[in-house]
């Protein structure tokens, strides 16, 4: 794969399989099931495929006439594609070109997005106001980092060999949240005056979303929203300080980040998890610059942050056949689905961690016209 994020590429037709309607058959395109019409397409054919998520353009679908296929997002007045089910087979992506008009076809894994105006859906990012309604000019730091974006296993499928020895995770379906002590990006006269009687005074405390910096010592609305609500509730910021002024200034590097996810009412329709108050669950930690290993991050969970982490389905050698009964499991006895697992290496190698999508949530989550509600 060209880019292993991509939700629109080339891919080859690797199996066909029969199905009950007569009309129709399904196709297994680089991973991606695909429900097409009866001799569309052959084995080892090349196509261009949009899979899940993948935004289309109106008039591009109208033209393919694909369009009653997809999902109208409008609330955003986008269409995207979605998981369907028909007679029992799962669909998650659409063709969008067999290449039969052109001269010159692109090699298997090149990334089409650029090429056919095709963009992943994303939720935008609600804006925090101060408590008087005034808004807030967000200011990035860049040691502040955004938690890296790793593929759907799909797009990776050679990336983990039964050597790797992994931990699977629950991937939890709320809202990302980013907690830190991080070195300032600017360090002016005052901070230097300041680290003469604070030896910390070269870093600040910051916490937002998973792409904006929504707060901190250098911002005036703190508590106004879900992410310094469940700062609050779990003391992170004390917490974060305590930890830091364990170590000597000189050893921080670029500071300490930690990665959750918030969930409970109001962050996801259909997906409260039971809870009646915002709960976090962390997921990842940074340490001057460098993920922790999985053992380091259960042992900082523990023994310096006090705060919970996402479920620990697994841990040894990589076995696909382990991680497929976790793909077809319900929250508690409800019918919500769970979002699906993270596989990630022991190491917290950035190589190598990918997210198993669920085929249950994918459908569940097309049947809704608004199946989400975030902040």
């Known amino acids: 794969m060209e880019n292993i994020n991509s939700v629109c590429f080339v891919g080859r037709v690797e199996k066909i399989l029969p199905m009950e309607a007569d009309n129709l058959e399904q196709v297994i395109i680089s ?9 569309s397409v052959k084995e080892n054919d090349l196509v261009a495929l949009a899979t899940v998520d993948a935004v289309i353009p109106f008039k591009f679908a109208e033209e393919l006439g694909i369009t009653k296929y997809l999902k109208n997002r409008k609330k955003y007045g986008v269409y995207t594609v979605k998981t369907t089910k028909l007679r029992g087979v799962y669909s998650q992506a659409t063709i969008i070109d067999d290449f039969k008009l052109s001269n010159k076809i692109p090699k298997e894994g090149t990334d089409l997005m650029k090429a056919y105006g095709i963009t992943k859906f994303e939720e935008p990012e609600q804006e925090v106001q101060t408590p008087k309604g005034k808004k807030v000019r967000y200011h990035k730091n860049p040691n502040f980092h955004v938690y890296h974006k790793f593929p759907n296993a799909k797009n990776a499928p050679e990336m983990f060999t039964p050597e790797d020895v992994v931990v699977v995770t629950r991937k939890i379906h709320g809202t990302n949240a980013r907690y830190g002590i991080v070195r300032k990006e600017k360090i ?20 937002g979303s998973h792409t904006v910096e929504k707060g901190g010592d250098n911002v005036g609305f703190y ?6 609500t469940v700062a ?13 002024k364990k170590n000597p200034p000189e050893s921080l590097g670029e500071g300490i980040i930690i990665y959750g996810e918030i969930f409970g009412p109001n962050i996801q329709k259909y997906y409260t998890y039971d809870e009646n108050e915002l709960k976090l669950k962390l997921f990842d930690i940074k340490v001057k610059g460098e993920y922790v290993n999985i053992a380091d991050f259960i042992a900082y969970c523990s023994n310096e942050l006090n705060i919970p982490y996402a479920p620990i389905l697994y841990f040894g050698p990589f076995d696909r056949e382990i991680i497929e009964p976790f793909l077809q499991q319900y929250i508690g006895r409800s019918k919500v689905p769970h979002e699906g697992v993270v596989v990630k290496h022991e190491s917290g190698s950035r190589e190598k961690i990918a997210k198993f999508i669920s085929p249950l949530y994918n459908e569940f989550q097309s049947k809704k016209e608004d199946s989400t509600d975030f902040h």
Not at 31 to 39: M, R
């Open 232 to 244: 609050n509730k779990y003391y992170i910021k004390n917490v974060l300080w305590r930890w830091v």
């Open 223 to 228: 508590g106004t929203d879900v992410w310094a």
């Open 31 to 39: 991973g991606w099931e695909c429900v097409v019409q009866k001799g």
């Open 188 to 207: 002016t006269l005052w901070d230097r005056i300041r680290k003469l009687f604070n030896p910390y005074a070269f870093y600040q405390y910051v916490y």
